[in-house]
């Protein structure tokens, strides 16, 4: 049930339908957060974890300006407003800058260390790792920069699937900010999902007419979206998208096999945030994800197999 009213949103220029029936709150997890077995139970049962105040606010800000400060001087930002704001010049696009959170101390103090890594050594019940890459998100305004509906793990599924997202807002998001949001009992939907969640991004076909171009193996020529469009596929999937308004210090934790897509960013402003990957430590990890200078999906990412 929603507890506040919700302003018109939007997914690329079309309207969300906010009725409860499409749209609904995230569920706050704070009443079971030092029962690991609950949380465990919980992220099994609903697909994810909202943690409102979970991260240390003033070191969320503090990794914000510094995050800020890069734009500023790099000319992104409006300097007719206060940095902190993080309002955007006219004319500046773009929406994913992993480059902004490489060699940032401030960042990695915040998704690497402190409240961060206690949480999921906690969760798992054991010492936890995190993946060495870092997916930073600058959503410049507009209706071109929000997230796809997708699920991680045709991205990341070399590794354990025993794998978690933390979704880390690096200040204040209101709805019109164009949040995260997921949806509602997808990592349960095995039917409509399962035959996607075999996708491997850097998988290519070595079989066929055309395998001399080595066919990339994905998902309707959609790459590791889902679907274009939020609202299709949620149709597709079911259930509901679940959203929140988010305060610096929130996290939402999600599965590799939770669909999730983000909202578009209706303000004059950037929005920042990072997604960060969790596991067990003794675990198999994806290399594609780790070391100083990770290959991600480039050239030795890529893998034959037979379509």
Not at 13 to 35: C, M, R, V, W
Not at 113 to 142: C, I, Q, S, V
């Amino acid at each position: 049930m929603l507890t506040q009213t919700i302003p018109p949103l939007y997914y690329r220029g079309k309207q969300l339908k906010t009725s409860p029936a499409y749209f609904g709150e995230l569920h706050d997890s704070n009443d079971i957060l030092n029962d690991a077995p609950a949380l465990r139970q919980r992220m099994a049962d609903d697909g994810y974890l909202y943690l409102p105040g979970l991260l240390d606010r003033d070191k969320v800000l503090e990794a914000r300006r510094s995050v800020l400060q890069r734009l500023w001087d790099q000319g992104s930002l409006d300097t007719n407003y206060p940095l902190m704001d993080g309002v955007a010049k006219a004319g500046v696009e773009f929406s994913y800058r992993p480059d902004l959170a490489a060699k940032n101390p401030e960042v990695e103090a915040v998704i690497y260390h402190g409240e961060m890594m206690h949480f999921f050594n906690h969760f798992l019940g054991a010492p936890a790792t995190h993946f060495d890459y870092t997916w930073l998100r600058a959503k410049m305004p507009g209706v071109n920069t929000a997230t796809q509906p997708h699920c991680d793990i045709v991205y990341m599924s070399r590794g354990t699937k025993q794998l978690y997202t933390a979704w880390t807002p690096l200040g204040d998001v209101p709805y019109e900010l164009g949040g995260l949001m997921v949806l509602e009992g997808s990592s349960h939907k095995t039917e409509q999902l399962g035959q996607y969640w075999d996708v491997d991004v850097d998988a290519y076909c070595e079989n066929g007419k055309d395998s001399k171009e080595h066919l990339p193996w994905t998902w309707h020529g959609m790459g590791g979206a889902f679907d274009n469009d939020a609202i299709k596929a949620r149709e597709q999937v079911g259930g509901r998208w679940l959203s929140h308004e988010y305060q610096a210090g929130d996290v939402l934790i999600f599965s590799i096999y939770t669909m999730h897509a983000s909202m578009d960013n209706q303000t004059n402003r950037v929005r920042l945030s990072t997604d960060t990957r969790y596991q067990l430590a003794s675990e198999p990890l994806d290399q594609r994800w780790m070391g100083e200078n990770p290959i991600a999906h480039g050239a030795e990412a890529k893998v034959g197999t037979i379509c």
